[in-house]
């Protein structure tokens, strides 16, 4: 299956705070160098904690904030791109944000907010773009009645659903939904879920589906890739990561995650200790090594470990792991998981 979207060793910088009022800006490095790809219909969930940099990424990939390495979409570098090229990008790569009623204009009718990427783009008359807009509105689920309706005369779900919408109006190739249901109610996401994959039937799209929860993707990724500290540092099949991560970050987001299965009990809750490693104050070696619970003196604190595969389809960043020892094997203090 063939590349859609290729990143390589993409990293963002940015200012962060001043010392004193004369010093200069000190860098905060929000990612770094992230490798990627994302085949054509394929869905690629991004999971980690809130501030490991998911969202500066499908910035990055949509060039809302600067990045440097490279972002290939379909062939065309965008990093680099000039306005004729940026404009294929964005007709081929939509973005669905966390918050729809912050990402509609609130003084357009919906109907004008479907329409608005059909003239940007130049697409059909204006017999056509209304008949592309009914057409729109009704594959999300709502009535032909709500494009004279205002964003503030909505739900939740039904903003959502017009951002999905408006993300469709241009048929794209990959859609990058970030934190898309984390605001709604549980059925309401449930709803949007199996809205999202009805139509990544119809239109054979691909999805970036960024999420902080992993019981939301459990079911709708084809593969996972785990972010931490502005890295990648796992990456497999859903089902591969889910039934043995090799990552003893990844086990800790999966022993918080939802537990579907009856049959099974639910595994052990992992308590990370400490906080987060601060962009401001990195320590050499691995950034997940004081809150590691299987760290090792003398080699996590050495290096910080690159992505390398192990097995069929899985990488991983660990030193741990590229000995061939799963973390979980061999330390009682996760309460003997097993996958």
């Known amino acids: 299956m063939s590349a859609l979207l290729e990143l390589d060793d993409v990293s963002v910088t940015l200012r962060g705070p001043r010392a004193h009022l004369f010093a200069a800006p000190t860098p905060i490095r929000a990612l770094r160098q992230v490798s990627l790809t994302i085949a054509a219909g394929e869905t690629l969930a991004l999971v980690g904690e809130s501030g490991s940099g998911k969202s500066t990424l499908a910035r990055a990939i949509t060039r809302l904030v600067p990045a440097a390495g490279q972002a290939r979409f379909d062939g065309i570098d965008i990093l680099k791109a000039d306005r004729a090229g940026m404009r294929r990008v964005r007709r081929g790569l939509q973005m669905v944000f966390q918050d729809p009623y912050s990402s509609l204009n609130r003084r357009k009718r919906i109907a004008d907010i479907l329409m608005e990427p059909l003239k940007v783009h130049g697409v059909g008359d204006g017999a ?5 807009v009914e057409a729109l509105i009704a594959q999300v689920g709502l009535n032909t009645d709500m494009l004279q309706r205002f964003p503030a005369a909505l739900s939740g779900g039904q903003r959502q659903r017009i951002s999905i919408a408006r993300a469709l109006a241009l048929q794209p190739q990959l859609v990058i939904c970030d934190e898309a249901v984390s605001a709604l109610d549980v059925s309401v996401q449930a709803q949007i879920l199996n809205l999202l994959g009805s139509l990544k039937r119809s239109y054979k799209l691909a999805y970036l589906f960024i999420t902080h929860d992993l019981g939301v993707v459990r079911r709708f990724a084809d593969r996972i890739a785990v972010m931490h ?22 086990r800790a987001l999966l022993s918080a995650a939802p537990h579907p299965s009856r049959d099974r009990p639910a595994p052990a809750r992992i308590l990370l200790p400490g906080e987060p490693v601060s962009a401001l104050a990195e320590p050499p070696g691995c950034l997940f090594a004081k809150r590691c619970l299987h760290f090792r003196p003398g080699l996590c ?39």
């Open 229 to 250: 500290a502005g890295r990648i540092i796992e990456v497999a099949p859903a089902n591969l990561l889910f039934a043995g991560p090799l990552h003893p970050y990844t």
């Open 301 to 339: 604190e050495k290096s910080d470990p690159p992505l390398v595969t192990q097995g069929a389809n899985h990488q991983v960043a660990c030193h741990r792991a590229r000995e061939g020892v799963p973390a979980w094997m061999d330390d009682a203090a996760t309460g003997g998981l097993t996958p």
């Open 128 to 132: 056509e773009r209304r008949r592309r």
